[in-house]
Nanobody
Framework: VQLQASGGGLVQAGDSLRLSCAAS????????MGWFRQAPGKEREFVVA????????QYADSVKGRFTISRDSAKNTVYLQMNGLNSDDTAVYYC????????????????????WGKGTLVTVSS
């Protein structure tokens, strides 16, 4: 079982970037899948996650209105579209899956996510 995140890079403030998370080894269609990020010297924090079976989507306040999570079921891939990036968005971004969430529930604690991909670095220069 593997989650592979990609798409990070160096961008200017105000730019957009789309991250991808390709899943292999199992289907995550019934799981809650989301994105976390970790800035240097800080703890890993919740960004967004979605219960694909219920449609419940939760965003961190800091990204609400700027970031959008989506997926391509045929490709077993989840995306994070990030618009209006600023320096506070600089971090390593991780995709994760919560296979044990109760129906319709989106949890925000990293401890609840049992599957993790290696991170992809996003650097926003001001």
């Amino acid at each position: 079982v593997q989650l592979q995140a990609s798409g990070g890079g160096l961008v200017q403030a105000g730019d957009s970037l789309r991250l991808s998370c390709a899943a292999s080894g199992r289907t995550f269609s019934r799981d809650v899948m989301g994105w976390f990020r970790q800035a240097p010297g800080k703890e890993r924090e919740f960004v967004v996650a979605r219960s694909w079976s219920s449609g419940n989507t939760q965003y961190a306040d800091s990204v609400k209105g700027r970031f959008t999570i989506s997926r391509d079921s045929a490709k077993n891939t989840v995306y994070l579209q990030m618009n209006g990036l600023n320096s506070d968005d600089t971090a390593v971004y991780y995709c994760a899956a919560d296979s044990k969430a109760p129906f319709g529930i989106v949890r925000r604690s990293p401890q609840d996510y049992g599957y993790w991909g290696k991170g992809t670095l996003v650097t926003v220069s001001s």
